[in-house]
């Protein structure tokens, strides 16, 4: 079953556009990562926010958490077309497991 | 190479058939975690291994099962294979069995069911 879902489904923007994606997920958590897929590869972590903080920056990377409405935002600033992938937020509602969402696939045009 | 090597990279198989899917956890990870990624399922968590016992249970079928050895591998095997099980799995690893870190994924196995 899939914990959380991301908005929108798929995004296509030019170069040096901001990219904005969201999560919502269900249960209460302990934490919310965001890993990257490029076409048919292995899934490369991103960035991880605990549930009490509330934003978190890693180079071109903003995350956003807001517990109350159970939702996450990934902001990627000033986009390339290495960009270029499907991106995953993922929970850990129980124990120590990550339940993935549906994924937001990216395409940044040149 | 993120340190995470699962092998074969690629399998076709017949219906009916077994297979074994192999994973070497990045070093100094404990705990393993198998992932099935298709187009109509998404990413599902099937199980997870922490120092060789079994931590976590997913959407994982009967006809699946998993192990860690002493030396932390773990192998995933899928018996009486059907249509259905083609997808890409992934195999994870993590310190200490927590996602607090992160976890860190191999390049998938891409299973084909002809």
């Known amino acids: 079953s899939q914990q959380g879902e991301e908005d929108p489904q798929a995004l296509s923007i030019q170069e040096g556009e901001n990219a904005t994606m969201n999560c919502s997920y269900k249960t209460s958590i302990n934490n919310l990562q965001w890993y990257r897929q490029n076409s048919g590869r292995g899934l490369v972590h991103l960035i991880l926010i605990r549930s009490n903080e509330r934003e978190k920056h890693s180079g071109r990377l903003r995350v956003t958490l807001d517990t109350s409405k159970k939702s996450s935002s990934l902001l990627i600033t000033a986009s390339r077309a290495a960009d270029t992938a499907s991106y995953f937020c993922a929970t850990d509602a129980d124990t120590d497991k990550l339940i993935f969402g549906t994924g937001t696939r990216l395409q940044v045009f040149p | 190479d993120s340190g995470v090597t699962q092998t074969p990279k690629h399998l076709i198989t017949a219906t009916g058939q077994r297979v074994t899917l192999r994973c070497s956890p990045r070093?100094?990870?404990?705990?393993v975690y198998w992932y099935q990624q298709s187009l109509d399922q998404g990413l599902q968590f099937l199980i997870q291994y922490y120092n060789g016992e079994e931590r976590a249970k997913g959407n994982i079928l009967e006809r699946f099962s998993a192990q860690q050895f002493p030396d932390l591998h773990s192998e995933l095997n899928l018996s009486s294979l059907e249509l259905g099980d083609s997808a890409l799995y992934f195999c994870?690893?993590?310190?200490?069995?927590?996602?607090?870190?992160?976890?860190?994924f191999g390049s998938g196995t891409r299973l084909t069911v002809v």
């Open positions: 994870a690893s993590s310190v200490q069995g927590r996602s607090t870190y992160g976890y860190t």
């Open positions: 070093s100094g990870d404990l705990s």
